[in-house]
C-alpha cells in the first residue's frame, strides 16, 4: 500500500510528514537525530489500526531544507509544535522517543504537560548523554537553576531499552559486559523519577529497535495506548 506523504511549511523549514489512522489520541513518533519517518516504517503502520499516528522528518536530515536554527530540544520541540498547528493535529498526545528522541519528548512533556497522556522511550539518552549530541543549552538548563528536565510522571509510560548500547553497530567494538549494565541501570534510575513506568530490557538489541526488534515497540506502544484511553 503506497503511503500518503505531506508537507508542513513552519517557517525555516518544510517538514515531509505522513499521518495514518484515526482515534481519539495521536502517537507522535520523535527519531534520532538525523532521523525521520522511515525510522517507524515497521512500526507506524500497525499502531496506525488502533489510533491516528504522526511520524516526520526532522528538520536535521540532509536531504531536508536546512534549518536556519540550532538542533537544540527547544527548537525541535518548537518545530514540532508548529508542525502538529499546520496539520490540525490537537491533543491529546502519547509520544514515542528513541535515542535522541527521548530528550526531546521529556521536554514537550515538560512545556505541554496537560497535552500529553503517556510516553515511551525507545532506547532513550539522559540528559548527558543527549547533550553530546545535541546542540542545546536546555537539555541541562530547561529549568531555573540548570536542572534536568523533570520528567512527567502522572501518565502511562514505557521504558524500552536494547541490552547494548546505541551506538553498537558493525562497524564498533563489541560493548563489554560493564558497558552494557552501565546503559541498562542508566535507564533503570528513570524509575525514580517514573515509578508508575514498565521497564524491559531487548536482548541481543542493535541501536535501531524500532527496525530490529519492532514487535516489543509495538507491544509497547499498544499498553501505553490502552492505559492512556482507559483514563481519558
Known sequence: MERSYDYADIGDVSLRYLAEGSGNATVIFESDLGGGIDDWERVQPLISLFTRTL???????????????????????????????????????ILVGHCAGAAHIRYFAHKYPNEVVGQVFVDGYDDAKAADKIESHDIQGATKGGQSIPFLNNAPTSILVGDNPPETSAQTPEPTRRDRRQWIESHREWLRHMPQARFRVIANARRYLPLSHPDFVVEEINRVLADARRAL
Not at 534549518?67 to 493535529?89: H, W
Open 55 to 93: 511520524s516526520y522528518d526532522r528538520a536535521d536530515l540532509q536531504d531536508n531544507d536546512p534549518s536556519l536554527s540550532p538542533k537544540s530540544a527547544e527548537n525541535m520541540v518548537a518545530d514540532l509544535r508548529k508542525l502538529l498547528q499546520v496539520a490540525d493535529i490537537k491533543p491529546p498526545y
